[in-house]
């Protein structure tokens, strides 16, 4: 079964990189690639999938044989998670579908006026509720305290942490512009799956490989794991140490004014770190 724990044994992802650079297999990227990262980064948690042991294999989307496609030509092709049925989802097409409807919201020129974000950042939860298992996200990054809220305080804590993962991704969207992504292989065993991409730009290059469970048909990002590291594991030491230093409830009161987050694509442990809030954004 797989869970946050497992690696992948696989062939070395610096081989397949190089060998994707040196076709010139280049995706141009807009700057909400990160955006969708953030989403699917936060999602970490442990659904009881298992990671396979056995050599992997590359299953390559037919109607894109290179493995990569642009984001004007995912969105040109229809590959939009609407259009497709839970049925015909593959994870690739998935983890794109997904970044489709996250950045058909950040990319809305109407929803960047004056006094419209709230509305944008609600769409974008939209998108977290539907997509991401964060009950158990919310479960597994805050640890053992858990046990010890009541149930409102357990909805509260969810709540929280998806407007946590709405904000960071509303924040993100301006950085890491010329980025470009490589989607290097899929892997799959029963119910669960991992997709392996490449984060390649002036100021990045970083793998992500994301971690997927079979929902009734949908395939949900339980984990990604950026540079080897669980984002799942990053949360849990991060909020430990909020609540060691403070108390659980000092936790709670730094979400509510919304300044956290954690540093994304560094290769030192991420920190928790101040949020840039927009003051016409209050909730």
């Known amino acids: 079964m797989y869970d946050a724990e497992c690696m992948y044994q696989s062939i070395?992802?610096?081989?397949?990189?190089?060998?994707?650079?040196?076709?010139?297999?280049?995706v141009a990227m807009k700057p909400h690639f990160v955006s969708w990262i953030v989403v699917l980064g936060m999602a970490a948690t442990v659904t009881g999938c298992g990671w396979m042991k056995s050599p992997r294999t590359m299953t390559v989307d037919q109607s894109d044989p290179s493995g990569l496609k642009s984001l004007p030509a995912i969105i040109a092709s229809g590959d939009a998670s609407t259009l497709v049925e839970p049925?015909?989802?593959?994870?690739t097409k998935s983890v794109k579908n997904t970044f489709t409807d996250v950045l058909s919201i950040l990319g809305n020129g109407e929803l960047k006026q004056p006094g419209r974000s709230a509305e944008r950042r609600q769409q974008v939860e939209q998108v977290i509720r539907r997509r991401v298992n964060y009950r158990q996200m919310a479960q597994r990054s805050l640890g053992s305290p858990w046990t010890k809220l009541s149930g409102r305080e357990r909805?509260?804590?969810?709540?929280?942490?998806?407007?946590?993962?709405?904000?960071?991704?509303?924040?993100?969207?301006?950085?890491?512009?010329?980025?470009?992504?490589?989607?290097?292989?899929?892997?799959?065993?029963?119910?669960?799956?991992?997709?392996?991409?490449?984060?390649?730009?002036?100021?990045?290059?970083?793998?992500?490989?994301?971690?997927?469970?079979?929902?009734?048909?949908?395939?949900?990002?339980?984990d990604v794991v950026?540079?080897?590291?669980?984002?799942?594991?990053?949360?849990?030491?991060?909020?430990?140490?909020?609540?060691?230093?403070?108390?659980?409830?000092?936790?709670?009161?730094?979400?509510?004014?919304?300044?956290?987050?954690?540093?994304?694509?560094?290769?030192?442990?991420?920190?928790?770190?101040?949020?840039?809030?927009?003051?016409?954004?209050?909730?």
């Open 87 to 91: 049925s015909d989802y593959s994870p």
């Open 155 to 222: 909805q509260e804590f969810e709540n929280l942490f998806v407007e946590l993962i709405r904000d960071t991704v509303a924040n993100k969207i301006d950085q890491y512009f010329d980025d470009q992504v490589f989607y290097l292989d899929e892997q799959r065993e029963g119910s669960c799956a991992q997709v392996r991409t490449n984060l390649v730009g002036p100021k990045i290059d970083t793998s992500l490989d994301f971690r997927l469970e079979n929902q009734s048909g949908e395939w949900i990002v339980y």
């Open 226 to 283: 950026i540079d080897g590291a669980s984002i799942l594991r990053n949360y849990r030491t991060q909020f430990g140490r909020i609540i060691r230093d403070s108390t659980y409830a000092g936790l709670v009161e730094k979400m509510k004014q919304r300044a956290l987050t954690v540093k994304w694509f560094e290769k030192t442990e991420p920190a928790i770190a101040l949020l840039p809030t927009d003051a016409s954004d209050s909730r």
């Open 12 to 26: 070395d992802r610096a081989d397949i990189t190089k060998m994707q650079i040196a076709t010139h297999h280049r």
